[in-house]
């Protein structure tokens, strides 16, 4: 028997069992394949809501507009396992923003004024940007100048070689949660592929498959997948700095001078197949924004499913109507920005102090 029994190795699933962990409890961190293959690998890892103004509170609440989160994790991640989850702070520019004026309302009062969001001047941002001194059309821009972006693959390589190395977290892939076991209104373990397994507190961390598992306690959680397709362009170190949105899309730069284009958002369940035409479309986008991007050759396509929630807010805390299960998914375009909140806010709830 287990304190803390985590379902879902995403972003939420380790950083609430490296949080868990870290204040004493004993943790099983299950995943129905390797740790780190979904939603959380997929994406952009972009440290802010696109045009953030456009959310409500509650979900930019859950936003550090400074990453002070990621910094102090991606250092203590290099320090522990020698893998850098390679923060940068770059900053986010958004250019020709339609609802420029309701962004810099946003900006004076309440959650906005913690983002920093400014006016940038259009000559400074092209001088800054080299891949953008080909392009014509960039009339205005807005900057969140204190986020960036974190590469996501290499953050969940650390958080899972870290959890590897402590003695109170077990860890068990390749093991699909099926049902849960009952008695009475208490949950007290798990059914799954690789038997039974008893805990305190089960938490659904299941990203976009949490609102299935959930429907086995006739619970309804309106969480639902959402595919994002992205690609990847082989270019080269000092062209990007910041995330640029723009044109419907977003360039995200790497360290290495990768470039990720994104993404696009369809309804379709669980189909994670890459097409053609969102291939086209990204890349069309992408190359008028930064016509200088054609001379660089594109090196993959994929795509991941991301956990829709109703405006986008995730569902975080215990469920009603049963004890010993809580929830946290539903983080949609937003998971990685936000799971540092909305692990704390969880484990606050489950081990108040
Ligand atoms: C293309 C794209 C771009 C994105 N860009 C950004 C961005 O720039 N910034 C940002 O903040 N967010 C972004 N996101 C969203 C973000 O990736 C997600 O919100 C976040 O990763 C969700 O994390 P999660 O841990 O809830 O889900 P996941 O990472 O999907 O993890 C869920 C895990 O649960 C496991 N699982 C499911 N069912 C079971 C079961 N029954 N038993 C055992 N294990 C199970 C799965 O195998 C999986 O490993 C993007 C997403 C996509 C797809």
Redesign the pocket.
Known sequence: MVDFLV????????LLTRKLAEQGASVML????A?????????????S?MYPWRYPDALNHLVDWRAENFQQLARSLLEETGIDPEVSLGGVNMLNVADEQDALDWAQAGVGAGSGLVKTRVADFLENEPLFRQTENVDSVLTLPFVG?VR?PRLLQALKKSLQQRGNVQIKEG????SFVKKQERITGIE?TQGVFSAEEIIV??????GD?LTKLDVQVSVSPV????LLIKAEPGLLASVVLAEGCYL?PRRDGRILV??TVEHCGYDKTTTEDARDKLLAAAYRVAPILKNYPLEKQW?????SSPESIPYIGRIAGWQGVSV??G?????????PFSVDSLVRQLMPT
């Open positions: 379902v879902g190795g995403g972003i939420i699933g380790l299950m995943d129905k394949q740790l780190g293959q979904e939603s959380s690998w997929a994406g952009g890892g972009i440290l809501p972006n996501n093991c699909e949660a099926l799954t961390a299941a990203g976009a498959w949490s598992l595919k994002g397709q992205m995200i994104g993404s795509a991941g499913l991301r956990p946290c998914a983080h949609f375009r937003n998971g990685v920005v936000t799971a």
